[in-house]
């Protein structure tokens, strides 16, 4: 499963992230952060190892982490 996430440009944000997956017990395949100085935004691709039906949960989840701006699905 690959989600978007944007997130606030903060220190710890990255972390905040990973640990959400990690505590789910989802393994991170893939992980790619960019920084957006012009917008103080960091948009973030991550694969991950779960079923394809917690898709929608997970980015209900996502979004109810403080830092992240949005969150979707890649299709």
């Known amino acids: ?7 606030e440009d903060r220190f710890g944000v990255l972390t905040q ?16 952060a960019v920084r957006c100085k012009a917008s ?12 394809p039906y917690l898709g929608e949960h997970v980015v ?7 830092e992240v701006i949005e969150a979707e699905l890649q299709h």
Do not use: N, W
């Open 40 to 51: 103080a935004k960091t948009e973030i691709e991550v694969v991950v190892d779960c079923p």
């Open 1 to 7: 499963m690959t989600l978007s996430i944007v997130t």
């Open 60 to 66: 209900k989840q996502l979004h109810k982490l403080t």
């Open 17 to 32: 992230i990973t640990s959400f997956f990690s505590a789910r017990g989802y393994s991170i395949e893939y992980l790619t």
